[in-house]
């Protein structure tokens, strides 16, 4: 519910989450679903979030930090969280303390994992991170550079429970032959490791190498476990980037604020810092009561991006300021102070997509969405 002091906040379908599960649930078969939530749920709400793939059905959550795993908890959530990140050592008893699982980001961590457990006559659970050509964490196995003898030994470290096996993509959103190559190159890194582990005498355990684009490109690659993240928000990091599906996914996300003043301009007199709009004619504009302080990024300033108010398409003009911006509402009969502006979101047949933001932003839906800041409210969605 909005309180007197909402300016401008988010609203958040949840109830859509559901739907877009079962449209990730057809690409992947009998793959199950471990729901990404990190980064406060890519800045949706990780524990809401988590609540409503919960609903849906997921059991599995993956997070990239401790503190995150820990809001989980405290939120309620007791299943299964993987953390994908790093948890320094001196944090190692927390991950006991809240049964968590954590990433072997290489041998040597595996080690001081191991250390800790046997010095507090304990077990701590574990996944191994395979690095098959992302260079960023994990135990090497790439085609010119194959540690398997580290990934054995950390499989073998007595007071750890290796309970299963990842690795990441880093180009599975790029259909170019080079790019598929690689990621097909990966897999089969993958699965020769684990085969490897296999002849060992070793249970690699559950298996997860698909982000989000790995779903959409790559479909039912038959592992345990996939790991989504903006896909049962319903959108993708870049809607112009070509995939090799056609889920029907549905945004869950809407972002609206209040007009706080409306005011007439006459020709020759500007709008906000660096007066780079100035009226040619008499322009009606209405003050915005959301800025960059609250994500909406700067660089849509003067780039003719549209909002929506009272149905009305309306351009945004002038610099954006830190908590306020202004449109154009001349074409807009009885705008006044109090009535929502729709910034992302479906009204009146016009859909204006995070999509359109992050491109005009020159950057991808992750950070647009991560960037909506703490003081924007994210209130269920409620009927308009």
């Known amino acids: 519910m909005l309180t007197p002091y909402t300016r401008a906040w988010c609203e958040i379908d949840y109830n859509a989450i559901a739907h877009n599960v079962k449209e990730v649930e057809k690409l992947v078969g009998d793959t199950k679903i471990m729901g990404i939530v990190k980064a406060n749920a890519y800045g949706l709400g990780a524990v809401q979030c988590a609540k409503a793939l919960q609903a849906a059905g997921v059991r599995f959550f993956g997070v990239s930090s401790l503190d995150e795993a820990i809001e989980l908890r405290s939120g309620g959530i007791h299943d299964e969280i993987l953390i994908l990140g790093y948890t320094p050592p001196k944090n190692f008893d927390q991950l006991v303390a809240y049964h968590l699982i954590q990433s072997l980001v290489s041998l ?4 001081k994992l191991d250390a800790f457990a046997k010095e507090h006559n304990t077990k701590v659970r574990v996944h191994a991170k395979l690095d098959t050509g992302m260079n960023r964490t994990g135990i090497v196995y790439q085609p010119d550079h194959q540690c398997f003898e580290e990934l054995k030994e950390a499989y073998t470290l007595p007071n750890l429970c290796v309970e299963g096996i990842f690795s990441h993509f880093p180009v599975s959103d790029d259909l170019g032959e080079e790019s598929r190559q690689f990621t ?3 897999i089969e890194l993958f699965d020769e490791a684990i085969n490897r582990l296999k002849n060992e005498g070793i249970d690699p355990g559950v298996r997860h190498i698909q982000n989000s684009y790995g779903i959409l490109n790559y479909k039912d690659l038959g592992y345990e476990y996939c790991r989504p993240g903006l896909l049962y928000m319903g959108v993708t990091s870049d809607d112009a980037i070509e995939i090799e599906s056609e889920p029907d996914f549905i945004p869950i996300l809407s972002i609206y604020a209040n007009v706080s003043l409306v005011k007439w301009l006459k020709p020759g007199e500007s709008v906000s810092y660096g007066r780079h709009f100035i009226a040619q004619k008499d322009t009606k504009i209405a003050t915005v009561s959301i800025g960059y302080a609250d994500g909406l990024p700067r660089l849509l300033s003067n780039c003719g991006v549209q909002v929506l108010v009272n149905g009305q398409l309306c351009e945004l003009v002038g610099n954006i300021c830190m908590d306020q ?3 154009d509402v001349s074409d807009v009969e009885n705008v006044k102070e109090g009535d929502v502006v729709c910034f ?3 009204e009146n ?3 204006l997509t995070i999509d359109r933001v992050s491109r005009l932003a020159k950057t991808i ?3 647009t969405l991560t960037r909506i800041t703490a003081r924007m409210p994210r209130l269920e969605k409620r009927k308009r």
């Open 344 to 346: 992302v979101g479906e």
């Open 108 to 111: 040597d961590y595996a080690k």
């Open 349 to 351: 047949g016009h859909r």
């Open 365 to 367: 839906n992750n950070e």
């Open 325 to 327: 911006c202004m449109i």
């Open 184 to 186: 097909q190159k990966q």
